[in-house]
């Protein structure tokens, strides 16, 4: 007898204090109530599906975590222009149960971390192979590197350095300060530039913040830059 008391005892202390009485009885009502709250709480939880579960009962489980019914319901903000939506990887975030949350994740991630990686990388290239046009131009990377070093201490005398910092990143640009390094002789217009497109300096930098001179690189507005300067300074 005493042993079952004291095991009493022993079960009263491990009951949370709020379901026992000033008295150290059991109050039954909060007793009730708490565990019909928490059955509630069980019957409104989404339980993972197993290897019995049926077909509807996994697809019911996807959809109220936020799995769509196929890859191509995926609801996605693409917050790069140089990204978009890819049928592929979206097929390939559905068949591994991404929410559209995770997708998005996976989308925004690739615009905040990849983008940047391959971007650099590209300007990395693209400056690798204008060197190397260069090289060719003047006949090897040693004659090059003599010419080099003339056109930076003729631009630090003759070329304002925003000038020259945009002009020195292209073959097009190089060749402009070399011929303006060379030559008195004013160079013609070319074909498809009108009079009134005759820019000032302002104009030429203004220009060349454009993205069809820095990153496109379109050969139209590259020589009109080009021919530009050389209009402003081969006098």
């Keep these: 007898m005493v042993e079952n008391l004291m095991q009493i005892n022993e079960k009263k202390q491990e ?3 709020k379901f026992l009485d000033a ?31 049926s077909e509807e009962e996994k697809r019911s489980f996807y959809q109220k975590i ?15 222009d140089l990204l978009a939506s890819d049928p592929q990887v979206n097929q390939k975030l559905f068949d591994l149960r991404f929410t559209n949350q995770q997708a998005q994740a996976v989308y925004d991630l690739a615009a905040e971390k990849v983008l940047p990686v391959i971007e650099e990388l ?11 046009a260069l090289e060719n131009q003047f006949g090897g ?39 303006m390094m060379q030559t008195n002789e004013p160079v013609m217009m070319p074909k498809g530039i009108c009079s009134h497109e005759i820019l000032d300096e302002e104009g030429l930098k203004k220009l060349m913040m454009s993205p069809k001179y820095w990153k496109e690189q379109d050969p139209l507005t590259l020589k009109k830059v080009a021919d530009g ?7």
């Excluded at 936020?66 to 790069?80: F, M, R, S, T």
């Excluded at 590209?122 to 190397?132: G, H, M, S, T, V």
């Excluded at 090059?144 to 910092?165: L, P, Y």
């Excluded at 300067?229 to 006098?235: E, V």
Aim: with cysteine; net charge neutral.
């Design 141 to 179: 990377k040693e004659r090059f590197e003599q010419v080099s070093r003339q056109i930076t201490a003729w631009a630090k005398q003759n070329v304002s350095t925003d000038v020259f910092d945009a002009l020195s990143t292209t073959y097009e640009g190089v060749m402009t300060l070399y011929k």
């Design 66 to 80: 936020g799995v769509p019914d196929c890859a191509e319901n995926y609801q996605l903000e693409i917050k790069h």
């Design 229 to 235: 300067f050389n209009r402003l300074y081969s006098h």
């Design 122 to 132: 590209a300007q990395d290239y693209e400056a690798a192979r204008q060197r190397l």
């Design 23 to 53: 008295k150290g009885n059991l109050k039954t009502d909060v007793l009730l109530q708490s565990y019909l709250e928490l059955e509630k709480k069980l019957s409104n939880m989404v339980m993972l599906p197993n290897d019995a579960s």
């Design 15 to 17: 009951v949370p204090a």
